[in-house]
C-alpha cells in the first residue's frame, strides 16, 4: 500500500530565531507573528522534510530511528501524534 506525501498548506515557513523554531506565515514582504507555533528541534527537523517533499509517516518515522534510539513503532505513532496536531492547527493539507 502506498502512503500519501504530507503537504503544508501555501505561505508557510519553518523560520529560526536563536534557538527557537517557528512555523509563521510568510508572503514575499512579510511574516505575519500574530499566529507562531513553536517547534523542538526534532519536530523542526520533521517540518524541514515535509517541505522537501515527498515525506510520508513511514519516511518520517525511518528517520526518527537512524537518528535516536527508537523502535520503528514508537516513532511512528509519535510522528502521526506530531502530524495530527499540525492537521488540527490547520498547518498540513488534508
Known sequence: MEENVIKKKDGLQLRKIG???MIVKADEQN???SNV?????TAA????QIE????????????????YEVDEST???DVRKQLDEWKAYG????
Open 19 to 21: 534557538s527557537q523554531y
Open 31 to 33: 511574516v505575519n507573528m
Open 37 to 41: 507555533y513553536t517547534l523542538n528541534h
Open 45 to 48: 527537523r520533521l517540518w524541514q
Open 52 to 67: 522537501q517533499g515527498n515525506a510520508t509517516c513511514q519516511t518520517l518515522a525511518h528517520d526518527l530511528c537512524n537518528l
Open 75 to 77: 516513532a511512528l505513532s
Open 91 to 94: 498547518l498540513l493539507l488534508p
